[in-house]
Every structure is written in structure tokens, then in C-alpha cells.
């Protein structure tokens, strides 16, 4: 089993930063990869980055180059560099892990089998 705990969001002004982290315990070998989602009130949860256990990491096209995924695996926490933040990223944002490494559909949340509770960013 894997437990997930996110933290780090807040309140920002458009412009600012945040950075997301996500404490992960449990069995290692089910964490094979890792991933940023994020969920708009009404709308499906979408994927925002992903990061496999080798360190290959994907993006979804609207945080290109103004996020950043990485991952301490010596703390066993994955974290989510915000920059430049707009009034449209504000989201409640989830990590999530995988038990196998992803080679496809590596943003969709179906492929990811551990999910935190969340964690609410406020941009205006």
C-alpha cells in the first residue's frame, strides 16, 4: 500500500510561485511512476506532469515551462515547482503514483493506482 500526502498549497498573486510537495510512504515498488493532476470544480481531473521512476518527465502542454516535477527519493517526496502562475491554473491539485513504469497515456489519471487527498492553489 502507498500513502500520499500533499502540501504546499496556498494563495498566490497571478505572476507568483508555489511548490507542491507530496510525502510518499509505502512500498517503493509501487511507485514506479509519479504524477501531478489537478481538478477544476465541475471538470474531470486532469494531468499536469508525471515523472517515471528512471526520472522521465512529461508535461501537459498549458504548464509547459512553468512547472516543474522532481523528486527526492531520499525523502521518498515528489514536489511540483510552480512559476508564473495564472488565474487559470487554480485547481486542486493531486499527486498520484503508479505501480508500473509508464511508457503511455502517462497523464491519464486511469493509469495511476494511489492518489493523495489533495491539495487546494489559489491564484488571482
Known amino acids: 500500500q502507498v500513502q500520499l500526502v500533499e502540501s504546499g498549497g496556498g494563495s498566490v498573486q497571478t505572476g507568483g510561485s508555489l511548490r507542491l510537495s507530496c510525502a510518499a510512504s509505502?512500498?517503493?515498488?509501487?511507485?514506479?511512476?509519479m504524477g501531478w493532476f489537478r481538478q477544476f470544480p465541475g471538470k474531470e481531473r486532469e494531468g499536469v506532469a508525471g515523472?517515471?521512476?528512471?526520472?522521465?518527465?512529461i508535461y501537459a502542454d498549458s504548464v509547459k515551462g512553468r512547472f516543474t516535477i522532481s523528486t527526492d527519493n531520499a525523502k521518498g517526496t515528489l514536489y511540483l515547482q510552480m512559476n508564473t502562475l495564472k488565474p487559470e491554473d487554480t485547481a486542486m491539485y493531486y499527486c498520484a503514483a503508479a505501480r508500473d513504469i509508464l511508457r503511455s497515456s502517462r497523464l491519464s489519471p486511469a493509469r495511476y493506482n494511489y492518489w493523495g487527498q489533495g491539495t487546494q492553489v489559489t491564484v488571482s
Open positions: 509505502g512500498y517503493i515498488n509501487s511507485r514506479k511512476a
Open positions: 515523472i517515471n521512476i528512471g526520472g522521465s518527465t
